[in-house]
């Protein structure tokens, strides 16, 4: 699995909702991205609220306008490429990262993605 394939913390994109309704313009799947987002900016950003209208992504490596708001307070994101890594996965500190902890809960699945990612970059 090549990192540029997933978001930084090992979020594969494309089974992501706000991602989703942009590229689509799925209203059933910003609605499910806002219910999930909302609980984020609420435990982790300290908003009270979330408009849903910035729930817009092409993917946390794209820039400018085009990035999701949320990504640019992620810490996983901002933490890589301060790094100048492609993935949380080739951090050697992945496996005990709370930030990413914290995206696991969410989405177990990235931590498998990560798991790829790291163990491709050892052969």
């Known amino acids: 699995m090549k990192p540029e394939d997933l ?3 090992g979020i594969d994109c494309n089974d992501c909702d706000v991602f989703k309704a942009t590229a689509t313009g799925d209203e059933e799947a910003r ?3 806002h219910k999930v987002w909302l609980k984020t900016a609420q435990q982790h950003w300290g908003m009270e609220t979330l408009d849903p209208a910035i729930l817009s992504c092409r993917g946390c490596r794209s820039k400018g306008d085009d990035i999701f708001k949320g990504c640019r307070h992620c810490p996983m994101r901002n ?4 790094r100048g890594l492609a993935s949380c996965g080739l951090c050697p500190e992945w496996e005990t990262c709370d930030s ?3 995206v ?3 989405e177990p699945k990235a931590r498998a993605n990560l798991e790829a990612v790291a ?3 050892k052969q």
């Not at 933490?79 to 301060?82: D, S, T, V």
């Open 31 to 33: 609605a499910r991205a």
């Open 100 to 102: 990413l902890a914290q």
């Open 104 to 106: 696991f809960a969410d």
């Open 79 to 82: 933490c890589a490429q301060k």
């Open 7 to 9: 978001s930084f913390c």
């Open 119 to 121: 163990k491709s970059a």
